[in-house]
């Protein structure tokens, strides 16, 4: 029970129990990947952690009481500060803080952003694949959802503010950051640089301060935001914002880079595993066949049949980047009959996500718990 990889499988099992888990594997890679974002008494430390916050005190208490291991107060925050830093968990905004678990994606993975190794990319690229893909897309509620640009939407076109991100931003009293995309950015470490833009300062977020206290991010206006968004239109990077009605990120993702996107194209029908309000349709007798929408989709959705574009719905996502673009407009964007309308915050967006993967009675009993300061 003493060995180090004891305690980093036990913390693969407790990261396991998070709305969106870390599955086991057969090859053991999740193993290599905690290895590298955990030192042993790290692993420990974040043992002693939860999807609710705990404060130093409370970590130092479950510690002695997990492990036998009395630190100081002023050790256990010195440990907490330096997981945060690192991104290996999260903290509060205010002092005095109070630090919980993150998920992999979005969370840990995206927190590495400026600190990627080549090796963290290649084991995050195959932990994808032989299990956290599964995992990712397991909930009918994702993280993500897609949004159309708002120069595909003609003006009689009755659209909710959830799917408007240019009036969401224009809307918020929260502050704006911007950071580097941490796809486009491993890939490039990867010796493969995104093929749609050579800006990887993409990510957009709101009252990110985590980010800003890890040096990770900067605070832009309004304007700025508003022009990166329009920049992304012109490069053919699909809106991707926070499912939740006041997004806390918008992600600009494109198909040659961005993990979900990427992830998702490998299942057959990927249309089903990202929350969309709209769709993509053809007038064959405008379309020319000139195969800019091809080059334009990010989810591989279009072909060429018989000189005319045919989209696949159960590869278009609705980001209405074939539609921009389209000289003959033969292209336009649709609503969906039916709307998904995204919960109300982050916290009922995770609470929903956790809700798919336990039974209501569990449910309910892990809400108490969080209430009580307890771990999950």
């Known amino acids: 029970m003493d060995s180090e990889n004891t305690y980093y499988r036990l913390l693969q099992e407790h990261l396991d129990k998070l709305p ?22 790290e692993a ?70 400026g600190d990627l190794s080549k090796e963290m990319m290649e084991l995050v690229h195959q932990y994808f694949d032989e299990g956290f893909n599964d995992e990712f897309f397991r909930s009918s509620l994702p993280q993500l959802r897609t949004s159309p640009h708002m120069k595909a939407i003609v003006p009689e076109f009755n ?38 833009t050579k800006d990887i300062e993409v990510c957009l977020m ?23 968004i329009d920049r992304a239109e012109r490069e053919g990077l699909v809106l991707q914002p926070g499912n939740s009605l006041q997004p806390f990120c918008i992600c600009l993702c494109c198909g040659c ?20 309000n709209f769709y993509a349709k053809v007038d064959e007798d405008l379309c020319n066949g000139c195969m800019l929408c091809i080059r334009r989709c990010q989810m591989e959705a279009i072909q060429i049949e018989n000189e005319k574009a045919f989209i696949d719905l159960n590869r278009c996502i609705g980001c209405s980047l074939c539609v921009t673009t389209c000289k003959k407009e033969a292209l336009s964007l649709l609503g969906k009959a039916k709307k998904t ?35 999950l």
């Open 20 to 41: 969106i888990g870390y599955p086991k594997t057969n090859s053991g890679v999740e193993i290599k990947i905690l290895q590298l974002l955990f030192t042993p008494i």
């Open 44 to 113: 420990k430390v974040a043992l002693c952690l939860s999807l609710g916050n705990a404060s130093v005190e409370t970590v130092r208490k479950r510690l002695d009481k997990k492990f036998g291991i009395a630190y100081e107060p002023a050790k256990v925050a010195t440990i907490l500060h330096d997981m945060f830093m690192k991104g290996s968990i999260n903290r509060s905004g205010k002092e005095p803080f109070k630090y919980s678990n993150a998920m992999l994606a979005i969370g840990m993975f995206e927190h590495q952003v």
């Open 159 to 196: 659209i909710a503010t959830y799917d408007d991100m240019r009036k969401i931003v224009e809307k918020t009293d929260k502050s704006i950051q911007v950071a580097n995309c941490v796809c486009k950015e491993g890939e490039a470490i990867l010796g493969k640089p995104c093929k749609q």
């Open 206 to 228: 709101f009252d990110a301060k985590s980010y800003l206290d890890r040096g990770k991010a900067r605070t832009i206006t309004k304007d700025e935001c508003l022009e990166i």
């Open 257 to 276: 880079c961005c993990g979900v996107l990427t992830s998702a194209k490998k299942y057959e029908k990927p249309a089903e595993l990202i929350a969309h």
């Open 341 to 375: 309308i995204p919960p109300r915050n982050a916290a009922m967006l995770y609470l929903g996500i956790l809700s798919d993967k336990v039974s209501k009675q569990k449910m309910m009993g892990n809400m108490l718990k969080l209430l009580a300061g307890k771990q």
